[in-house]
């Protein structure tokens, strides 16, 4: 009745599982070195405490910490028989500083997988401090003005917008609807020649790391864009047999109770040669997006993202902080605007909700340049 | 003797079955007081893609929210889906622990209304569709889409589903709530193209008691109309413009900014109100706004909230004055009132909205001649949808930039816009409200007619 044309996979008579590759075996003594519970709650309520000591105008304080400990099995027809244990740590730290009429409101987010160390090895103090310039440069800060403009968007949570804006476009849960722009480009030059992209679930401890995704296939590096051409999608077990695309150990699900779908795991830009300080040299009359806040893709490839913290660049300089800004674009019209990338590559944890349900990834980015783009204000 | 077995018959939720489950558990664990929140729910939903099935799926969920007071009165909360007696057990040690990690200056207790006479809805059951009828009418219903006009190339986003619920409160002082409902949703977003021109996409949702009573030809129809209205699309400069909102688009805005009226968040300090902001003028005479969960379009609603405090009719701004906040047990309690029935169990009791009706205040003064979006010769932007919602708001601030969809109308002739942003400030919004259209509009999430606002930045070309 579904006329799928198996492929690769499928379709094989069911001869048994294989042995069981139990990925899980050697993290059974993650679950002893865990701290208890009150050891957390000291710590989070000691960084919310420095947020009130040392940040004058800080009003409202927020900690969170969340732990989920998951053990998965996967058995399928095909012979497939893996086990992991998943262990997902994070804290949260949240502000609103507020004085008159002025607010503004800070967050961020630390987040690992299978690091039981993670809430010793946390440096309370620079996130607190972090935290509070932040709120203090955007309490007073003035709206936008609307406009196109060339930006520099910071490393880290930066990243966020190639995740939402190019990410999801290059799952086959899209190639599969006819709902992306990049779904008859594969080696074809998508993106300016300073992007190199990639989607792996391999780096230690990352937020989006797994050692077997949700249909037991081991993760692996997949480079989505190489100098500018694309040449992989993020595919899953059904986005092989409806798209052609080879599995890339990207079936993930919040639970057994969604189907496994193509997801992202870490996901990022690589760094390029830059200083981030070069980037900015190069712009008369720009932006600097410091922090992004969450962000949109719609049906048909628009994105739109908040930005947390922005600074007005002029004549090759960071000068005054603005609020109200947002990103506006379409994928294909930015990635060929990404002109240059500085060296200062790192990674930032966070959730995305999709087909599947809520899962950990980690996105990230150098600095990275954008030529152009439409700036939403006031 | 396992719980689960029991309730393994209908109803799942067995409210005598679980208390006297609880009397017993918590008499062994020497825990005096608790109350308990459940839902249950069995859903069956389908979607297609080029008359191929995308997914068929079929899903029986249930969660459980406990709650258990020492002997310091601090409470403790733990949630679970495991109804079992050992899943309770353990749910109610594991709360009772966490009772004494509780913040001593937040004492939730049961809800003075808990107990209070409520009329349930006596529901007869419906006949499903089930998967297979689900399957071949969605797949009909993507076909003759399609066949509507030939730049709508796919449905992309489409789905069909059925559910029937249930939900229980419970409590140690002999409360004793119980509902089932059911529900049933048909979306549609078609995606449509003409040569060398952009995709564009829009779609429409129907909701009712059953999949009998889904009007599919309806839902058809609107999808169509509402995506072909977009195909003669152009961009539209930066600048300030009359605003007019549709009913969906303005519901959304002011629900994303409950934070105004809402008790949990002026106590937590990150709404823009105060305590003292009560008989305060928050917006226009023009506006008067209820939040009415037991309105008649509300399909999926409740009698009883997550503490068992009864659902009401709670005027929150009447003739652009603040009226009332929206409250928990203990947030009513900070404030010297009767909770609202807007309690949500969970890790910490929440406080939210139910189902918002926007009405023109019949006391409103009008700062201009009277709008009508489909008759007007003023220059305007019609706001069909606001998009991004969770990224765009900031409640704590009151600021928002949010894409949208809509038209730039001009000398009575609609033009859709390409892509736009509207940014602007919540407050500034509703003290800018220049004219509230009469009819009011039922839809999915709320009631309200179209709403002029004097002018707001959009962010286009």
């Given at each position: 009745m579904l006329n799928l044309d198996p492929l690769s996979i499928g379709k094989n008579k069911f001869e048994g599982l294989k042995n069981l590759r139990d990925y899980g075996e050697t993290k059974q003594t993650h679950f002893n070195k865990i701290p208890l519970l009150n050891e957390v709650t000291e710590r989070i309520l000691k960084g919310t405490s420095l947020l009130k000591e040392k940040g004058n105008k800080i009003e409202v304080r927020r900690g969170t910490y969340s732990r989920s400990n998951q053990e998965v099995i996967v058995a399928s027809s095909d012979g497939t028989f893996g086990r992991d244990l998943r262990l997902y740590q994070s804290i949260g730290l949240n502000a609103l500083a507020i004085d008159k009429e002025y607010r503004s409101s800070i967050g961020r987010r630390y987040g690992s997988s299978s690091n039981p160390d993670q809430i010793s090895e946390w440096n309370i103090e620079s996130s607190v401090d972090e935290i509070i310039d932040s709120a203090n440069n955007m309490l007073y800060a003035n709206f936008v003005e609307a406009g196109q403009m060339p930006a520099v968007l910071a490393n880290k949570f930066g990243g966020v917008i190639f995740h939402e804006a190019c990410g999801h476009l290059l799952e086959t849960t899209q190639i599969e609807r006819g709902t992306s722009p990049f779904q008859d480009k594969l080696n074809q030059k998508i993106a300016n020649s300073a992007v190199t992209a990639i989607d792996e679930g391999l780096t230690e401890n990352a937020f989006g790391s797994l050692s077997m995704d949700d249909e037991g296939m081991p993760t692996q590096k997949t480079v989505l864009i190489k100098e500018g051409f694309l040449k992989r999608f993020i595919s899953d077990r059904a986005g092989e047999i409806r798209t052609g695309n080879k599995r890339?150990?990207?079936?993930?699900?919040?639970?057994?109770?969604f189907p496994a779908a193509s997801r992202m795991r870490n996901t990022y830009i690589e760094k390029g040669n830059y200083a981030p300080s070069e980037l900015i040299a190069t712009i008369d009359k720009g932006i600097y997006c410091k922090s992004m806040g969450g962000g949109s893709v719609g049906a048909t490839g628009q994105f739109n993202f908040s930005v947390e913290e922005a600074y007005l660049i002029e004549k090759g300089k960071l000068t005054t902080p603005v609020k109200g800004a947002t990103l506006i674009g379409e994928a294909k019209e930015i990635l060929p605007k990404i002109s240059m990338c500085a060296n200062d590559l790192d990674l930032a944890a966070g959730y995305c909700g999709s087909v599947s349900g809520n899962i950990n990834v980690t996105v990230g980015q150098p600095h990275i340049k954008v030529d152009s783009i439409t700036i939403g204000g006031r | 003797m396992v719980l689960q077995n029991e309730l393994d018959?209908?109803?799942?939720?067995n409210t005598k079955l679980i208390k006297d489950r609880l009397n017993i558990l918590s008499k062994e664990e020497n825990i005096s007081k608790w109350d308990i929140g459940a839902s249950s729910s069995n859903d069956v939903s389908v979607q297609v893609y080029k008359a191929e099935a995308k997914q068929l799926k079929a899903s029986q969920r249930s969660s459980v929210t406990l709650r258990v007071w020492n002997e310091n009165e601090m409470i403790g909360i733990t949630s679970t889906s495991d109804l079992s007696e050992k899943g309770l057990k353990k749910a109610l040690i594991s709360a009772k622990a966490a009772s004494y990690y509780a913040n001593e200056n937040e004492r939730p207790n049961f809800s003075p209304l808990s107990k209070s006479d409520i009329k349930v809805k006596a529901r007869s059951p419906i006949k499903e569709f089930g998967v297979k009828k689900l399957y071949e009418r969605l797949k009909q219903a993507e076909s003759d889409l399609i066949n509507?006009?030939?730049?709508?190339?796919?449905?992309p986003y489409n789905g069909f589903s059925e559910v029937n619920y249930e939900r229980i409160y419970v409590n140690s002082d002999g409360a004793e709530r119980y509902l089932n409902n059911t529900q049933s949703t048909l979306y549609l977003y078609a995606k449509a193209q003409e040569v060398n021109r952009k995709p564009r996409s829009s779609g429409s949702i129907k909701i009712a008691y059953s999949s009998n009573e889904i009007d599919i030809e309806k839902c058809i129809e609107e999808a169509a109309m509402r995506t072909i209205s977009h195909l003669d699309y152009k961009p539209i400069k930066t600048n300030k413009y009359l605003i007019c909102f549709k009913p969906e688009a303005f519901l959304d805005l002011i629900d994303s900014f409950s934070n105004l009226f809402n008790a949990r968040s002026i106590l937590d300090g990150v709404s823009l109100s105060n305590k003292d902001s009560i008989g305060k003028k928050l917006s226009s005479t023009l506006l008067n706004l209820n939040d009415n969960g037991l309105h008649k379009s509300n399909i999926g609603s409740y009698e009883f909230d997550g503490e068992g405090t009864p659902t009401q009719d709670i005027c929150i701004i009447e003739n652009g004055k603040l009226k009332n906040f929206i409250h928990s047990e203990a947030t009513a309690k900070q404030f010297g009132v009767l909770p609202t029935g807007h309690a949500g169990l969970g890790a910490k009791v929440s406080v939210s909205t139910d189902w918002l009706v926007i009405s023109r205040s019949k006391n409103g003064e009008l700062s201009n001649n009277k709008l009508d979006h489909k008759n007007s010769n003023e220059e305007f932007v019609l706001i069909e949808n606001l998009n991004a919602l969770h990224a765009g708001i900031k409640p704590s601030q009151g600021s928002f930039s949010l894409p949208f969809d809509g038209w730039h109308v001009k000398n009575g002739i609609k033009r859709s816009i390409e892509s736009a942003t509207v940014a602007g400030d919540i407050r500034a919004v509703l003290k800018g409200i220049i004219d509230i259209e009469e009819k009011q509009i039922e839809t999915h999430s709320g009631v309200s007619p179209h709403v002029w606002v004097e002018e707001l930045s959009i962010t286009g070309e």
């Open positions: 890339t150990g990207s079936g993930r699900r919040q639970n057994y109770a | 018959t209908k109803p799942i939720l509507k006009h030939k730049a709508i190339i796919d449905v």
